[in-house]
């Protein structure tokens, strides 16, 4: 059909061409809420950003479209996430972001992006981690600098009681009724704290390695359930690397009540990550190394190897490895994907410092 009017022809020939530009350079931090694929499989990747800067933001790696979505708590809410998004967890149908710099819990229906409110922290709390108990009717929050674990009430989304425990807690697990606490003391902690969900008292402490941060659930029929544990190790005098103290792995079994293995790592290992059935990985030197969950010992000391910026978080799903890294620290961080052998499968900008991860699989949402 010929065109009888030559302003219409040339709004024609603007729409047109604004479509094909958009498709071109469009970038996936202009992803529309209506694009979203909230009721796809995929991972949250929660962007630090810098100290006191308050440029936290929230990504997602979507499965299906093989695709990232930037600034998405932005976006949804119409508000700015925090200073310094430390963690995230997601609980059913909500997604519940740690914002340590900002003493704050945002809370997201993760179903079509919408706040669901914050829990409100005193000033100086300085939240790490967020655990909940089998029905969610109570969460727990770890504080790095006041030495406790909050009790929170989900229902009136309040403080409802504190649980002394070793220095500066940073991740925890919850494993048939007993919360596990890593206690890094900033280098200086060498334990793990064992409370009681029933009456939210200590019941016991772990014994391990310098700096314990990271911990890890798995459970198999041969093996049975074990806690893994990460310590990275004392930095001691950081201007003096001849007094520190190596990292090391250990695995709890939960059934005995002890320590199975243990495996000293020269250097100061990072972040965990276990990938069912019995592999798990953290991060040393820039490289990415897988282990046995079963006995702590090395299956590849080089599995990924990054040339540049600097590797700054870890996750494992589904026979993939997602990786954070944070570059220069100072502008957008990039995540990339793996498969299980190392071979990269995918790679996209996120925010800055990308130093957390949060799978859904929307087979287990209500």
């Not at 936290?56 to 998405?72: H, P, V």
């Not at 009724?177 to 890094?184: E, H, I, Q």
Request: glycine share 10%; proline share 3%.
């Amino acid at each position: 059909m010929r065109f009888q009017n030559r302003s219409i022809y040339s709004l024609a020939v603007l729409i047109a061409l604004t479509v094909l530009f958009c498709s071109m350079s469009c970038s996936d931090d202009e992803a529309t809420q209506e694009e979203f694929p909230f009721h796809e499989d995929g991972i949250f990747i929660v962007n630090e950003g810098n100290f006191n800067s308050g440029n936290s933001s929230l990504s997602f790696y979507s499965f299906d479209k093989n695709r990232i979505y930037n600034g998405l708590f932005e976006k949804w809410t119409g508000q700015e996430l925090g200073d310094v998004a430390q963690s995230m967890v997601i609980e059913y149908n909500m997604g519940y972001i740690v914002v340590n710099n900002s003493d704050k819990i945002e809370m997201i229906r993760i179903t079509d992006g919408e706040s669901q409110g914050t829990i409100e922290l005193e000033q100086g709390f300085s939240p790490r981690d967020i655990v909940f108990t089998t029905y969610g009717e109570k969460a727990y929050i770890s504080s790095l600098y006041q030495n406790k674990v909050a009790v929170i009430d989900m229902d009136s989304l309040t403080v409802s009681g504190t649980i002394p425990v070793g220095n500066n807690p940073e991740e925890m697990e919850l494993i048939d009724g007993k919360l596990y606490v890593a206690n890094s003391g900033f280098g200086s902690g060498n334990s793990i704290s064992v409370i009681d969900t029933e009456s939210d008292t200590v019941i016991g402490e772990i014994a391990v390695g310098d700096n314990p941060v990271n911990l890890e659930y798995t459970a198999t029929l041969t093996s049975g359930t074990h806690l893994v544990i990460l310590c990275h190790g004392s930095y001691n005098d950081f201007d003096d690397p001849n007094d520190d103290t190596p990292g090391q792995l250990a695995i709890y079994d939960i059934s005995s009540e002890s320590i199975i293995h243990t495996r000293t790592i020269d250097g100061h290992p990072t972040d965990l990550a276990v990938n069912y059935p019995g592999v798990g990985y953290y991060i040393l030197n820039n490289k990415v190394v897988s282990f046995s969950v079963s006995d702590c010992s090395v299956i590849n000391d080089s599995l990924i190897v990054v040339d540049s910026g600097a590797l700054y978080s870890l996750e494992a799903q589904g026979g993939r490895i997602f990786v954070g890294n944070a570059m220069d620290f100072v502008s957008n961080g990039k995540v990339t994907v793996y498969d299980e052998e190392g071979v990269q499968l995918f790679s996209a900008n996120v925010g800055v410092n990308p130093g957390a991860f949060a799978f859904v699989g929307w087979f287990t949402i209500d």
